[in-house]
C-alpha cells in the first residue's frame, strides 16, 4: 500500500504561472514530510522538512505547507530553472529515519 | 556547503561479480544511508546505519548486500553476485543526529550486463 502519493505525475507551466504541488500521505504518526528537488541523473536535493499540520516553510519561490493528510509545494513565479521533479517523502520509522518516497511530480516551465 | 560524495559516477559490470560502491558523509552527520533509483521508478530505501551497526533495513536489502564504515569517514556498499535487476541509482546520503535533514549524494549509477 502507497504511503505517499504525490499529483499530478507532471507539470507545464508558463514562465510567471504559479501553482502547487500535491503530497497525499496515508501513515500515521506523520514523523516528519520532506521536499526534494531532483533533477534528471541527479541526487534529490533536501529544499524542506515540515513536523506539523500548519506548519510552513519558505525558501525562493518555493513555499512548502503541511495538513493532516497532505502537504502543498506551492510554485510562485516559476521560472524555466525551477524544472526539474519535485520529491515528497515522509519518514517512516524513528529507529533509523528511513524515508518513504513518491513517485514525484514533473515540473517543466517553459518561457 | 559540505556535502555527500559518491563514487564511482558510473560503474559496468558482468552480472555475478561483486561491486563496491563508496560513500564519503558529511563529516558532523551521524546515520547513514543507501537508497535506490531504477530507472524511471521512485526512489527506495535499502539501509540505514547508525553507530557503526544497521539501524533499519528494508526488503530489498538482504544477504547480497552489506554496509560497511571502514574508517572514519567512508561508507561503502557492497553487492555481491550482482544481478541484472541490481541495475539501478544507488544514493549515499547522511543525516545530523535529530535526523531532520538528510542529504543525498549525486548518485552512483550501477549497470549489470
Known amino acids: 500500500e502507497d504511503q505517499v502519493t504525490q499529483s499530478p505525475e507532471a507539470l507545464r507551466l508558463q514562465e510567471g504561472e504559479s501553482s502547487s504541488l500535491n503530497c497525499s500521505y496515508t501513515?500515521?504518526?506523520?514523523?516528519?514530510l520532506f521536499w526534494y528537488r531532483q533533477d534528471p541523473g541527479k541526487g534529490p536535493e533536501f529544499l524542506f522538512t515540515?513536523?506539523?499540520a500548519g506548519e510552513e516553510k519558505e525558501k525562493e519561490r518555493l513555499k512548502a505547507t503541511l495538513t493532516k493528510k497532505e502537504s502543498f509545494l506551492h510554485i510562485t513565479a516559476p521560472k524555466p530553472e525551477d524544472s526539474a521533479t519535485y520529491l515528497c517523502?515522509?519518514?517512516?520509522?524513528?529507529?533509523?529515519?528511513?524515508?518513504?518516497f513518491g513517485k514525484g511530480t514533473s515540473l517543466l516551465v517553459t518561457p | 556547503e559540505p556535502e555527500v560524495t559518491q563514487t564511482p559516477s558510473h560503474q559496468v559490470t558482468q552480472m555475478g561479480q561483486e561491486v563496491i560502491l563508496r560513500c564519503v558523509p558529511i563529516?558532523?552527520?551521524?546515520?547513514f544511508y543507501w537508497y535506490r533509483q531504477i530507472l524511471g521508478q521512485k526512489v527506495e530505501f535499502l539501509v540505514s546505519?547508525?553507530?557503526?551497526?544497521?539501524?533499519?533495513k528494508s526488503e530489498i536489502f538482504d544477504d547480497q548486500f552489506s554496509v560497511e564504515r571502514p574508517d572514519g569517514s567512508n561508507f561503502t556498499l557492497k553487492i555481491r553476485s550482482t544481478k541484472l535487476e541490481d541495475s539501478a541509482m544507488y544514493f549515499c546520503?547522511?543525516?545530523?543526529?535529530?535526523?531532520?535533514?538528510?542529504?543525498f549524494g549525486e548518485g552512483s549509477w550501477l549497470t549489470v550486463v
Open positions: 517523502a515522509v519518514r517512516i520509522s524513528n529507529s533509523g529515519y528511513a524515508l518513504n
Open positions: 501513515v500515521s504518526g506523520l514523523r516528519g
Open positions: 546505519f547508525y553507530n557503526n551497526e544497521i539501524s533499519e
Open positions: 546520503a547522511s543525516a545530523t543526529g535529530d535526523g531532520n535533514t538528510i542529504y
Open positions: 515540515l513536523y506539523s
Open positions: 563529516s558532523n552527520h551521524l546515520y
